[in-house]
């Protein structure tokens, strides 16, 4: 399910009165587009004292459709970061000894899976925008077909294509964005350089929504059609 802020709202003063007994005030709460982390509980320290904490809120990933029992595992983590802060507690480290103990006594108790850190297993479901691919497609001199994934670094896709252009073995290259997730497996070259064979009609039909690009003037630029 993908969760929204009625739902993180209830499941909260629900986990409140369960296992907190109803000590917490509600904080802010929000949905991020982060790709990198679930969901957080965000702090800024005020004053002099470096112990006190004001939580300023939490945020949940609007990307992730999860099953409810793991959105309520990682509720109640958070909600164990937002009672240490909000008491002022001190703790080893972020996931320090404190967390830990009230991560370990949490699950025994109520029969949760409260991690660490959550990993995304089988089951789950990342909903985000689908990842942008620049491709290179290349033709040798033998008529044989390869593309190259390359991250979004322009000085990468300037001297690839300066080295394409020179190379005798390949009579020429063009460039597309895509977001088409049979892209999704190809590595991206980012300290090696890798070219995959492709057939030809693959190409053409998971290249047909690309966007052909150019470079010009240094930048890479949507090539006129």
Not at 11 to 19: C, L, Y
Not at 156 to 174: C, G, P
Request: some cysteine; overall charge positive; glycine content about 4%.
């Amino acid at each position: 399910m993908k969760a929204d802020l009625d739902y993180i709202a209830r499941r909260f003063q629900f986990f409140n009165d369960k296992i907190f007994g109803g000590c917490l005030t509600v904080p802010p709460m929000r949905f991020s587009h982060s790709r990198r982390g679930i969901a957080a509980c965000r702090v800024q320290r005020q004053g002099a004292d470096a112990d006190h904490c004001d939580v300023k809120e939490l945020t949940f990933s609007d990307l992730y459709d999860l099953p409810p029992e793991v959105w309520d595992d990682i509720i109640v983590h958070e909600m164990i970061h937002y009672f240490i802060a909000s008491f002022a507690l001190h703790d080893t480290a972020p996931h320090g000894e404190l967390f830990k103990g009230f991560m370990r006594s949490i699950n025994a108790k109520f029969g949760m899976h409260i991690s660490v850190r959550y990993k995304l297993s089988s089951d789950d479901k990342y909903v985000g925008r689908n990842k942008v691919h620049i491709i290179f497609v290349i033709t040798a001199t033998d008529g044989s077909t390869y593309v190259m994934s390359l991250p979004r670094k322009i000085d990468m896709i300037v001297a690839l294509s300066h080295h394409l252009a020179t190379d005798a073995r390949f009579v020429r290259y063009e460039i597309f964005v895509t977001a088409n997730t049979f892209f999704d497996n190809i590595p991206v070259c980012r300290k090696r350089l890798r070219m995959v064979p492709m057939a030809a009609d693959a190409l053409a039909t998971n290249l047909a929504d690309a966007i052909p690009m150019t470079l010009r003037d240094g930048k890479l630029v949507r090539k006129a059609l």
